[in-house]
């Protein structure tokens, strides 16, 4: 079964600073995506960034950007230049062709003045 | 274009009791699928609804059920409620039913079991 595993609950980082989020996760198949949601306090989940797997080149949006390392199953998100509104649950999810998509547990990320 | 709308946003209800939740999809979105997510946890997937078919279905009993009308607006529906039934109940669109297509998700809704 495909697991998705998020290691940090928590962290927080200086606003203006740089910080990456970590994310493993497993599964049998060669074909699939990843995601990043952002779910700010109280607030709908929000597309942060997307990686397909058949891609090599690392996803990019602005100031979020993807390390994905699909031989370590490895898909870790770097925030740049984080701003106060970065402040959100940050969880990241996985799906395959079965329609059923995982999600980790999430990182409550704060950006601090 | 209209986003993925949910109502209500709150609902209180008490043991035994059943519950509708309803789930309007993004415009020329024809999938609709759904999640509950639990304090502090991540979502969980309860199944997907696609052209009015259940399209999968995730760990859930069958008194979670649903309904996907022919605009492709949705309905959760749980019988039977438990008290670990109170969570944040999410629903997603997406344009197909492909895991490429990525699922756009509403505000949710807020179900307390008492």
């Known amino acids: 079964a495909q697991t998705v595993t998020q290691s940090q609950p928590e962290m927080s980082v200086q606003e203006a600073e740089t910080v990456t989020l970590s994310c493993t996760y497993d599964?049998?198949?060669?074909?699939?995506?990843l995601f990043w949601y952002k779910q700010p306090p109280s607030r709908q989940m929000i597309l942060v960034i997307r990686?397909?797997?058949?891609?090599?080149q690392n996803a990019t949006e602005n100031r979020f950007s993807v390390n994905f390392q699909k031989a370590a199953k490895s898909f870790s998100l770097k925030i740049s230049d984080s701003q106060l509104g970065d402040t959100a649950m940050y969880f990241c999810a996985f799906i395959d062709n079965n329609n059923d998509m995982r999600f980790g547990a999430g990182t409550r990320l704060t950006v601090k003045p | 274009e209209t986003g993925v709308t949910q109502s209500p946003t709150h609902l209180i209800k008490t043991r035994g009791q059943q519950v509708t939740l309803r789930c309007s999809s993004q415009?020329?979105?024809?999938?609709v699928s759904w999640y509950q997510q639990a304090l502090g946890q991540g979502p969980q997937f309860i199944f997907q609804?696609?052209?009015?078919?259940?399209?999968g279905r995730g760990n859930f009993p069958p008194r979670f059920s649903g309904l996907q009308f022919p605009n492709y607006s949705s309905e959760l529906n749980v019988n039977a409620l438990e008290l670990d039934d109170s969570a944040l109940y999410l629903c997603a669109s997406s344009l197909e039913t492909s895991g490429r297509d990525t699922q756009y998700f509403g505000p949710g809704t807020r179900l307390t079991v008492l």
């Open positions: 609804y696609y052209r009015e078919e259940e399209n």
């Open positions: 415009s020329g979105h024809n999938t």
């Open positions: 990686q397909e797997a058949y891609k090599q």
């Open positions: 599964t049998s198949e060669s074909n699939y995506y």
